[in-house]
């Protein structure tokens, strides 16, 4: 007797849904955000199109950041894109220890 291998995956997808609050940005808090950037890109300020921007936590989620207009911003996706990758590889990337100078030989 065997198990169709799909209902795991499920289980887990809808026991993460109990965290606190919403990732994404509800619609009244992205027409805040929109209002208050007056329909352009936090970034490069350019103009915005409904259903081209991207909505952004200014602390991200996953340190802690609610979803709501004062923690969110909207970008273009050109800048939302690079500001992801740069996230990441600062998060990828350890903290640099200052190289030594001092010989080796004297201890
Ligand atoms: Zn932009």
Same mark, same amino acid.
């Given at each position: 007797?065997?198990?169709?291998?799909?209902?795991?995956? =499920?289980?887990?997808?809808?026991?993460?849904?109990?965290?606190?609050?919403?990732?994404?940005?509800?619609?009244?808090?992205?027409?805040?955000?929109?209002?208050?950037?007056?329909?352009?890109?936090?970034?490069?300020?350019?103009?915005?199109?409904?259903?081209?921007?991207?909505?952004?936590?200014?602390?991200?989620?996953?340190?802690?950041?609610?979803?709501?207009?004062?923690?969110?911003?909207?970008?273009?996706?050109?800048?939302?894109?690079?500001?992801?990758? =740069?996230?990441?590889?600062?998060?990828?990337?350890?903290?640099? =220890?200052? =190289?030594?100078?001092?010989?080796?030989?004297?201890?």
């Amino acid at each position: 007797m065997s198990f169709p291998k799909i209902v795991a995956p =499920k289980l887990f997808a809808t026991s993460k849904s109990k965290k606190k609050g919403k990732r994404n940005f509800s619609t009244p808090v992205k027409g805040k955000i929109w209002d208050r950037q007056r329909g352009r890109c936090d970034e490069c300020d350019k103009e915005l199109k409904h259903d081209q921007v991207d909505f952004d936590h200014i602390k991200p989620w996953s340190e802690g950041g609610p979803s709501t207009a004062e923690n969110g911003r909207a970008l273009c996706s050109g800048c939302h894109a690079k500001i992801s990758r =740069k996230q990441n590889s600062e998060r990828a990337a350890k903290p640099k =220890k200052p =190289k030594s100078t001092w010989p080796k030989l004297f201890g």
